[in-house]
């Protein structure tokens, strides 16, 4: 049975067991997902949309006016994601057809940042069950051994260690793209989403605030990390 957010006084932080089937059931193979879940349940997994879901995929800021809009004047949400810079909502299968045609009609739609929709036929990165653990902090020197107080200093390098250099003139580390995680995790087995309807009136709305906002001039629409 599918229940609308506004039952819950709270969001989902991690996936439930039924969010989990819920998630599989996207597959043309639910139980080979929960395999892999069940292997290594801090692993994003590559989901099928159209069946269970469309994703719908904004730049940040303004994802988050949406999901905002969404929560304080509308229905709320379903299961909501963030990846590489980008805002991930899930919507009922049909929206990623039927949401930019929608826009395309409205006065404001042509404010809105270009959104990304994944509907049948394409796939979608979802976050892990669980976050990865972020490892165990280093420790701290023990209080009066020399030889580590030394190692702590500004310039200083531990035993061991490899000198790391600045890279060449003209060169750039990139940074590693964040994995996915959960916003509004999924949390019951036929979780209530939005459908295009939903979703342009939340777009629409967030398109007019933002041109009031002097933060929404920093906004850039990074491309999503989406296989498929």
Aim: hydrophobic share 40%.
């Amino acid at each position: 049975m599918s229940r609308s957010p506004q039952d819950s006084l709270h969001t989902a932080a991690f996936v439930t067991p039924a969010g989990a089937d819920w998630l599989a059931s996207a597959s043309a193979s639910p139980r080979g997902v929960q395999a892999l879940w069940a292997a290594a349940p801090t692993a994003p997994v590559t989901l099928p949309c159209g069946t269970a879901f469309d994703v719908i995929s904004m730049d940040a800021l303004f994802g988050r006016r949406v999901v905002g809009r969404l929560w304080t004047d509308g229905p709320g949400t379903g299961p909501v994601a963030a990846q590489g810079g980008r805002v991930m909502l899930f919507a009922t299968p049909g929206t990623a057809q039927r949401l930019p045609a929608l826009l395309g009609w409205e006065e404001w739609g042509a404010a809105a940042p270009p959104l990304l929709c994944y509907g049948r036929g394409d796939a979608v990165t979802v976050p892990p069950l669980f976050p990865p653990d972020p490892g165990p902090p280093e420790a701290a020197p023990l209080e009066g051994d020399p030889q580590e107080a030394d190692a702590m200093k500004p310039g200083a390098m531990k035993p061991g260690a490899r000198e790391s250099r600045a890279p060449e003139s003209g060169t750039r580390e990139s940074a590693p793209m964040p994995s996915p995680r959960w916003l509004v995790a999924p949390d019951v087995r036929s979780p209530w989403l939005p459908g295009p309807e939903v979703l342009l009136w939340a777009c629409v709305r967030a398109a007019r605030t933002a041109g009031s906002d002097p933060v929404s001039t920093a906004v850039t629409s990074a491309p999503a990390a989406f296989p498929g």
